[in-house]
């Protein structure tokens, strides 16, 4: 689950629990599926051309670090320090917390018998009924209470839960007056009457219970109700998708939104972005510029430069226009030869039967043998296709025999084992190392904590990239009722001299 903490600038300031500096509207939001993102890769996976020169797969692999490999792990432990901390701080004061509420019932039940146990009245029928009122009530209480708060976090917010702060605050209070009246109206006194002391303690634990359910409405309750359409655009290839949130904070709008970045937006792919760049440059390294003292030999080039510039300005959509057409056309012919390396090799793989097993006297092989057998007649194929698609850093081997095996055992056609390399799927569809986003920064001019509103934008930033969020409200619809009467269906046909009828 994703784990948010607070941010100033982007150096790390959470190497302890509490050394950090707040700041208004800027947060850093990190992603806590793993501690190592892609910093152990076998070295033959990331050769590029596995596909020409491996045929078989060996039993061991070498490793290797780069520095930019070893900088970010020691940024993650720097990071993940801070973090842990104030995760099990936090879970720590709720566990407190939690006990205290639980257990006040059933002190103010116990201290009148260790106290002053020879002065209390006998407890009767209806007192030891509400024994079991108290037991049952109890128990409704911390299942309920384990439900809602002690879920896994889905994220580790930068500013604290307001109505959840709100909710703790009223719960301590609650208790620390009942505790108050308790000293003061029982214990001082040494009240007689247990009766009574039963009942004060069943009306504490019916509060707690509405209590609880005001939680309900207040954390789950409230945002369920959409308010807002947030447009969410990647910055870098425009990719854009829409969400329809109810009322909830900036801070808890973006975990919301990464959570289904994730699984609604194609992974994001730096090497597609190359082309429109390579072209630019190109584009600039064809002027020249030269410094001449002469102003009007210097005027006459200028303008001669200004005039060359418009004139490649004019024919660079054909030189696009023809990119393209190649490059689709590349793209089909090398679609076309992994279809068919990938049929062929389908084919050289039969499933046995139970029975055929039995009889069988050559080698069987289990899927991942079978992976590994048919593999090389399709790597070169494959490996072509993903350069053209510049999809080659998404896919190691490894991966690609894992999924083959996958689409083996499972009696998969060879369309279905196509289908994660012919399209670009979503980013969880991908290793977490190949996600290229695992640190991100909110930025908002507006305070984390503050609620949507109309116009709200705020961005989520990471290295490579940036989420763009802008905030419109749902109109309100009106709907107006309009009655026909179904005996005015009645229609007559319009006879013509050159109708056919």
Same mark, same amino acid.
């Given at each position: 689950s994703p784990a948010v903490h607070h941010h100033s600038g982007l150096s790390s300031e959470l190497r302890h629990c509490t050394g950090y500096t707040p700041q208004l509207s800027t947060a850093v939001l990190i992603s806590n599926f793993s501690l190592f993102p892609h910093a152990l890769i076998p070295l033959s996976f990331q050769d590029d051309n596995w596909g020409?020169?491996?045929?078989?797969?060996?039993?061991?692999?070498?490793?290797?670090?780069?520095?930019?490999?070893?900088?970010?792990? %020691?940024? $993650?432990? +720097?990071?993940?320090?801070?973090?842990?901390?104030?995760?099990? /701080?936090?879970? !720590? @004061?709720?566990? &407190?917390?939690?006990l205290v509420v639980l257990l006040t019932p059933l002190a103010f039940l116990i201290l009148p018998h260790l106290l002053w146990p020879d002065r209390l009245r006998a407890c009767g029928t209806a007192c030891e009924g509400l024994f079991i009122s108290v037991a049952f009530k109890l128990l409704i209480l911390l299942l309920a209470v384990w439900a809602l708060f002690f879920r896994p976090p889905r994220a580790g917010l930068p500013r604290i839960f307001v109505f959840r702060a709100?909710?703790?605050?009223?719960?301590?209070?609650?208790?620390?007056?009942?505790?108050?009246?308790?000293?003061?109206?029982?214990?001082? %006194?040494? $009240?007689? +009457?247990?009766?009574?002391?039963?009942?004060?303690?069943?009306? /504490?634990?019916? !509060? @707690?219970?509405? &209590?609880?359910?005001?939680?309900?409405?207040?954390?789950?309750?409230?945002?369920?109700?959409?308010?807002?359409?947030?447009?969410?655009?990647?910055?870098?290839?425009?990719?854009?998708?829409?969400?329809?949130?109810?009322?909830?904070?900036?801070?808890?709008?973006?975990?919301?939104?990464?959570?289904?970045?994730?699984?609604?937006?194609?992974?994001?792919?730096?090497?597609?972005l190359t082309a429109s760049k390579s072209r630019a440059a190109k584009h600039l390294a064809g002027l020249k510029v030269y410094n001449v003292d002469a102003a009007g030999i210097a005027q006459s080039q200028s303008r001669a430069m200004i005039a060359a510039a418009a004139r490649r300005r004019d024919s660079s959509h054909n030189e696009l226009y023809y990119e393209e057409a190649e490059h689709e056309r590349r793209v089909r012919k090398r679609r076309a030869r992994l279809v068919v390396a990938v049929e062929e090799a389908f084919t050289h793989i039969c499933r046995m039967q139970e029975e055929e097993q039995k009889k069988a006297s050559?080698?069987?092989?289990?899927?991942?043998?079978?992976?590994?057998?048919?593999?090389?007649?399709?790597?070169?194929?494959?490996?072509?296709?993903?350069?053209?698609?510049?999809?080659?850093?998404?896919?190691?081997?490894?991966?690609?025999?894992?999924?083959?095996?996958?689409?083996?055992t499972n009696n998969m056609t060879p369309k279905a084992f196509l289908e994660s390399y012919l399209t670009t799927g979503p980013t969880l569809q991908y290793g977490k190392d190949r996600w290229l986003a695992r640190q991100w920064t909110l930025i908002s001019e507006a305070s984390v904590t503050s609620g949507l509103n109309d116009g709200t934008i705020f961005l989520l930033k990471c290295i490579d990239f940036s989420l763009v969020v802008t905030t419109k409200k749902i109109p309100y619809i009106q709907l107006a009722e309009e009655f026909i009467d179904p005996k005015s269906h009645k229609f007559v046909l319009r006879l013509q001299s050159e109708t056919s009828v």
């Open positions: 020409e020169t491996t045929t078989a797969v060996t039993g061991t692999s070498e490793h290797s670090l780069s520095q930019e490999d070893i900088v970010r792990i %020691s940024k $993650d432990l +720097d990071d993940s320090v801070g973090l842990d901390c104030k995760r099990y /701080l936090n879970v !720590a @004061l709720s566990v &407190i917390l939690g709100l909710l703790a605050t009223l719960v301590l209070l609650f208790v620390l007056s009942y505790w108050l009246f308790y000293g003061v109206r029982i214990l001082d %006194s040494q $009240d007689e +009457d247990y009766q009574g002391i039963v009942q004060y303690a069943v009306s /504490l634990v019916d !509060a @707690l219970l509405f &209590i609880h359910y005001l939680a309900i409405v207040l954390l789950e309750l409230r945002q369920l109700q959409p308010f807002f359409s947030l447009c969410v655009t990647r910055s870098t290839d425009g990719a854009t998708q829409h969400y329809n949130l109810g009322q909830l904070s900036i801070q808890r709008a973006a975990v919301v939104i990464l959570e289904n970045y994730y699984k609604d937006f194609p992974v994001h792919n730096p090497a597609m050559g080698d069987v092989m289990d899927p991942r043998e079978a992976a590994q057998a048919i593999f090389p007649s399709m790597a070169r194929a494959l490996q072509k296709y993903l350069r053209t698609t510049r999809q080659q850093h998404l896919h190691s081997m490894e991966s690609i025999q894992q999924h083959l095996a996958f689409c083996i």
